[in-house]
């Protein structure tokens, strides 16, 4: 037979055209691509076929920023101002306990959540990369690995060049890695000296690979900038040269009309992490103004250590819930556009978007079905709808990376949930024992 893989459903949204909906259709996969999409009624014949009666067809979720491993610090000090969550609570954890086991285990609680909740592609940035790479090969999942660089020591490495340099190895043994694509992440303005951020250009540059970075995220950041450099974060990395098309800015909570210009001007592609924003109280990312000014805008769920999960349906909802509430406009930020922020906007900013992000003929068969035949998501009158602000993750069914399966009727067959849960608590008792901040 042609084709590997026939996959029938009542409703498949593609993403692209922006809010089309196909019913009765099928995806036809080879090779692990969408070969065609056709009407059921003339789909021709196909090695193995899955029937989805009750379900929708889209691409799989792109989760543009998260810190995996950072699961095992789930509910760890929840309700606390972020100076405090952070200075007393979180950085004195990893200081404890973060190395290559840790990132292990808790990438691999990561991805068992993501790939049940229908995220088939993540941008992380975390320790101890080459950890998460292997989970998520493994696992089947893509990943955008960023290598994180800061000024200060971590059990990842001592200094600036140790970053760069263990960064730099890493990119190159994953690399050509089909599931896993290298990003360097200085981690902020406020913790990455002029110096380090001028190296981090020239290796980007060098390696032709993308920078994520947290910029912009609090009202202190802006303050402290202004007080050692004399110019708010965006304007200093626009002097260092940084600010361009293959940059994500990642939260961007803070940011006057001018930088929007200049940040549509440059090309800059920005993640949005609404849930994070609001528990931890950072701010307001201005969306409507952003799509406006024909800025890419996606989702992240940040790390489920301020979310606290990595649910990408909840983070579309929000995303598009918030944009209606502080715009004043009902029509702001509609579920077409709540989609697309989830998947094809996030496969732009990681440069994926030719293989990812929308159901097209040649691109990867990265898909999930979601399952409407449940209460809350019935009676469907417009599945998009449904998707975006009825569904929840627990209805998404199936996964597929690449054509392969990994999730099917709601179990994970890439990873052993048992024993992943199992090295969770594990971690728990560990970790607990230092920490009792908000832990009854």
Same mark, same amino acid.
Request: charged share 20%; net charge negative; proline share 5%.
């Given at each position: 037979?042609?084709?590997?893989?026939?996959?029938?459903?009542?409703?498949?949204?593609?993403?692209?055209?922006?809010?089309?909906?196909?019913?009765?259709?099928?995806?036809?996969?080879?090779?692990?691509?969408?070969?065609?999409?056709?009407?059921?009624?003339?789909?021709?014949?196909?090695?193995?076929?899955?029937?989805?009666?009750?379900?929708?067809?889209?691409?799989?979720?792109?989760?543009?920023?998260?810190?995996?491993?950072?699961?095992?610090?789930?509910?760890?000090?929840?309700?606390?101002?972020?100076?405090?969550?952070?200075?007393?609570?979180?950085?004195?954890?990893?200081?404890?306990?973060?190395?290559?086991?840790?990132?292990?285990?808790?990438?691999?609680?990561?991805?068992?959540?993501?790939?049940?909740?229908?995220?088939?592609?993540?941008?992380?940035?975390?320790?101890?990369?080459?950890?998460?790479?292997?989970?998520?090969?493994?696992?089947?999942?893509?990943?955008?690995?960023?290598?994180?660089?800061?000024?200060?020591?971590?059990?990842?490495?001592?200094?600036?060049?140790?970053?760069?340099?263990?960064?730099?190895?890493?990119?190159?043994?994953?690399?050509?890695?089909?599931?896993?694509?290298?990003?360097?992440?200085?981690?902020?303005?406020?913790?990455?000296?002029?110096?380090?951020?001028?190296?981090?250009?020239?290796?980007?540059?060098?390696?032709?690979?993308?920078?994520?970075?947290?910029?912009?995220?609090?009202?202190?950041?802006?303050?402290?900038?202004?007080?050692?450099?004399?110019?708010?974060?965006?304007?200093?990395?626009?002097?260092?040269?940084?600010?361009?098309?293959?940059?994500?800015?990642?939260?961007?909570?803070?940011?006057?009309?001018?930088?929007?210009?200049?940040?549509?001007?440059?090309?800059?592609?920005? /993640?949005?992490? @609404?849930? &994070?924003?609001?528990?931890? $109280? !950072?701010?307001?990312?201005? %969306? #409507?103004?952003?799509?406006? +000014? =024909?800025?890419?805008?996606?989702?992240?769920?940040?790390?489920?250590?301020?979310?606290?999960?990595?649910?990408?349906?909840?983070?579309?909802?929000?995303?598009?819930?918030?944009?209606?509430?502080?715009?004043?406009?009902?029509?702001?930020?509609?579920?077409?556009?709540?989609?697309?922020?989830?998947?094809?906007?996030?496969?732009?900013?990681?440069?994926?978007?030719?293989?990812?992000?929308?159901?097209?003929?040649?691109?990867?068969?990265?898909?999930?079905?979601?399952?409407?035949?449940?209460?809350?998501?019935?009676? /469907?009158?417009? @599945?998009? &709808?449904?998707?975006?602000? $009825? !569904?929840?993750?627990?209805? %998404? #069914?199936?996964?597929?990376? +690449? =054509?392969?399966?990994?999730?099917?009727?709601?179990?994970?067959?890439?990873?052993?949930?048992?024993?992943?849960?199992?090295?969770?608590?594990?971690?728990?008792?560990?970790?607990?024992?230092?920490?009792?901040?908000?832990?009854?």
């Amino acid at each position: 037979m042609d084709f590997d893989l026939c996959l029938k459903a009542p409703w498949i949204i593609p993403v692209e055209p922006r809010g089309q909906v196909l019913r009765d259709y099928a995806v036809l996969v080879r090779g692990g691509r969408i070969a065609a999409i056709s009407p059921q009624a003339t789909a021709p014949a196909a090695a193995h076929t899955v029937d989805l009666p009750s379900h929708v067809l889209l691409p799989g979720l792109v989760n543009a920023h998260t810190h995996a491993a950072m699961t095992l610090f789930r509910g760890l000090a929840d309700d606390l101002p972020l100076p405090q969550w952070l200075h007393e609570h979180i950085w004195p954890a990893e200081g404890r306990h973060v190395n290559g086991d840790f990132a292990r285990d808790g990438s691999a609680l990561a991805a068992l959540e993501m790939i049940r909740g229908g995220t088939t592609c993540f941008a992380d940035m975390y320790f101890f990369a080459d950890e998460t790479a292997r989970v998520a090969s493994g696992a089947g999942l893509r990943a955008a690995l960023g290598l994180v660089v800061i000024d200060v020591p971590t059990a990842w490495a001592r200094d600036p060049e140790e970053y760069l340099s263990r960064g730099v190895a890493l990119c190159d043994k994953w690399r050509h890695d089909p599931l896993i694509t290298p990003l360097l992440a200085p981690h902020a303005p406020y913790s990455v000296s002029d110096e380090t951020m001028t190296r981090i250009r020239v290796c980007a540059d060098e390696l032709d690979i993308a920078l994520h970075m947290h910029i912009h995220e609090t009202t202190g950041e802006i303050t402290q900038s202004l007080h050692t450099h004399g110019m708010r974060p965006l304007a200093r990395l626009d002097r260092l040269g940084l600010l361009h098309a293959n940059l994500m800015a990642v939260h961007m909570t803070q940011l006057t009309a001018d930088e929007i210009a200049l940040c549509a001007e440059r090309g800059v592609s920005i /993640v949005h992490c @609404p849930e &994070s924003n609001l528990k931890i $109280a !950072a701010g307001l990312c201005p %969306v #409507t103004a952003l799509i406006a +000014a =024909g800025i890419p805008v996606a989702l992240g769920t940040d790390g489920a250590a301020s979310n606290n999960d990595l649910d990408m349906l909840g983070e579309m909802r929000t995303a598009a819930l918030l944009a209606k509430g502080t715009s004043g406009d009902a029509t702001a930020v509609p579920a077409a556009v709540a989609l697309e922020m989830a998947t094809l906007n996030g496969a732009r900013a990681l440069g994926l978007a030719g293989d990812l992000g929308s159901l097209i003929v040649g691109k990867s068969a990265d898909l999930i079905a979601i399952d409407l035949n449940a209460p809350a998501t019935q009676p /469907v009158y417009d @599945p998009l &709808s449904q998707i975006v602000y $009825a !569904a929840s993750r627990d209805q %998404v #069914t199936h996964a597929w990376v +690449a =054509g392969r399966a990994l999730m099917r009727d709601r179990h994970v067959l890439t990873l052993d949930e048992r024993a992943i849960i199992s090295r969770a608590g594990a971690w728990r008792d560990k970790i607990r024992a230092h920490d009792h901040g908000g832990i009854s």
